[in-house]
Nanobody
Framework: QVQLAESGGGSVQAGDSLRLSCAAS????????MGWFRQAPGKEREFVAA????????DYSDSVKGRFTISRDNAKNTVFLQMNSLKPEDTAVYYC?????????????????WGQGTQVTVSS
């Protein structure tokens, strides 16, 4: 079992920044992939970014590339999502997830554990 707890969401203005955190505990797979997904009202959950625990490989969706940065602190078992230049279309519930396959990192169904989500609201 892996437990994930997100924090850091909030309400901001367009152009502001937020930093989300995801604290992981339990039996974390050593070669795991940690992903961030988001779900806006009335829309499907979508991939945002992913990072590998060991090598630090990263990947981003086109909509956030250049504005968001994913990182991890192995010693603290925590993954971060630094979000800069936020836009109203970034408004969503953001979820942290634990997966096992880098080659399928963008597929929601490939992640076996999920956090409860944290709300991010960006107003114009």
């Amino acid at each position: 079992q892996v437990q994930l707890a997100e924090s850091g969401g909030g309400s901001v203005q367009a152009g502001d920044s937020l930093r989300l955190s995801c604290a992981a505990s339990g039996r974390i797979f050593i070669n795991s992939v940690m992903g961030w997904f988001r779900q806006a009202p009335g829309k499907e959950r979508e991939f945002v970014a992913a990072v590998t625990w060991i090598t630090g490989f990263t990947d981003y969706s086109d909509s956030v590339k250049g504005r968001f940065t994913i990182s991890r602190d192995n010693a603290k078992n925590t993954v971060f999502l630094q979000m800069n230049s936020l836009k109203p279309e970034d408004t969503a519930v953001y979820y942290c997830a634990h997966g096992r396959r880098w080659d399928r990192r963008r597929l929601m169904n490939e992640y076996d554990y999920w956090g409860q989500g944290t709300q991010v609201t960006v107003s114009s």
